[in-house]
């Protein structure tokens, strides 16, 4: 079952706006099997975005992603990457499309309150970076299969 990893940003924790932010993955129907507040180390952050080590925006962004608590998080579903990205919505929050979580939530592009892995083989890399295996739980909703 494919994976995705999902971070809410400091700003996005400190805005009160967790819940809200989790309870659109759980609504679309997509099951949550990790999750953890964490602060990031400034050597987590500059792995987790390693692939913009040379771009003005590297030294600032990883300065605000270690500022506060993260909530990191994994989770799964059919086409959950490209989902998950859809339901985040445009890197900038000027040109997210309303009803998305930075188009209804942010303004700033670097404060967009929240990640989302852009490929599988790139979520497969961040669940591992970020995760212990025991920390994930692999389990199924209780649900009838026409639910979901
Ligand atoms: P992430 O989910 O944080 O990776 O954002 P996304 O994949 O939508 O966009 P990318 B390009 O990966 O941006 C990474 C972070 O860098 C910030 N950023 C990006 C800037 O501050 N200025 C820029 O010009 C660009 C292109 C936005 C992202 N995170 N934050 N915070
Ligand atoms: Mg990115």
Redesign the pocket.
Known sequence: MERTFLAI?P?GVQRGLVGEIIGRFEAKGFTLVGMKLIVASRELAEQH?G??KE?P?FE??VN??TSGPMVAMVWEGDGVVASA?KI?G???PLNSEPGTIRGDLAVN????I???S?AVETANQEISLWFKDEELSAWKPCLTPWIV
């Open positions: 940003k700003d975005y692939v913009h771009r925006f600032g962004l605000f992603i990205r985040i445009a890197t900038n592009v670097g404060r967009n929240i990640h989302g852009d």
